[in-house]
């Protein structure tokens, strides 16, 4: 099978769909009307979102929370569900909290996936599988967390005839910063096509606060770096992504970073593979 080149940057643009122009308050008003008709023609009654405490599910929380408004307002019994998803005790638990208070969804669900985590965990090892070492098992583990939510929020959506939302955007998108089918699993993505600068700017147009919108993005998924900001891994800024992103010229080794890592990542974002048909046509 041929390797894939590596792509140019407007080839990576098109391909996460990101925009030229942009307008927070247009964009607000773009995506909140996709979610309620989205909502609408689905026959589904709910959007089910967890809740971390960073921009990202703060801006899409909004999102959904006013799209649910908006279809109760024409006649609709829809509502949205926030869960939150610690793994035992959150170290920002206090800013998880502030989020749902600015969101103000119409219901909350509180699931620690620590003990169906652990559980996992043991079970793997106790199966003799060489998990490595401690760092290793550690950011598998971190994988674990992330689908073990995901199940979670699926489970709350098949109770209530819902959808579950992701937070995914283009800058994690681009540098592959997801789990697959963790927190890349989901059946809406309101913040697809934004780089960061840009969720942060619809975040901002909602009013939120500014020390929400500004937080130092973290995925916070390995126990031994907790609150690991997500910069460290990429090894660039997200000032950097972003002007990637925008278009704009950036430095050669970071365009050389991000170009790699995009095609590094490509199978997280492609679709499941299959073999063509032998004879097509039939």
Known sequence: ????????????????????????????????????????????RSYVLGISGGVDSLVAGCLAQRAVARRRAS????????????????????????????IGPDEVRTIDIRPSVDAMQQALLAAGVDLGDAKA????????????????????????AGLVVGTDHAAEALM???????????????LAGLNKRRVRAVGFAMGAPRDLVMKVPTADLET??????????????????????EGLPIDR????????????????????????AAQPGL
Not at 18 to 26: G, Q, S, T
């Open 1 to 44: 099978m041929k390797m894939r080149e590596r792509p140019s940057q407007q080839q990576i643009l098109q391909s996460l769909s990101v925009m030229r122009e942009f307008d927070a308050e247009a964009e607000l008003e773009r995506r909140v009307d996709f979610l309620a008709q989205y909502l609408a023609r689905s026959g589904r």
């Open 75 to 102: 006649g609709d019994n829809a509502r949205f569900i926030a869960m939150r998803l610690p793994y035992g005790q959150q170290r920002d638990e206090a800013e998880a909290a502030r989020c749902l208070e600015f």
């Open 137 to 160: 098992e550690d950011f598998l583990v971190g994988n674990i967390k992330a689908r073990a939510r995901m199940v979670a929020q699926y489970a709350v959506a098949g109770a209530t």
């Open 176 to 190: 592959g910063f997801f789990t697959k089918h963790g927190d890349g699993a989901a059946d809406v993505l309101p």
């Open 224 to 245: 031994l770096t907790p609150q690991k900001p997500d910069e460290d891994a990429f090894g660039v800024s997200y000032d950097t992504i972003d002007d990637f992103l």
């Open 253 to 276: 080794e970071a365009e050389r970073v991000i170009a790699n890592t995009y095609l590094a990542s490509a199978h997280k974002r492609d679709p499941a593979v299959a073999p063509q």
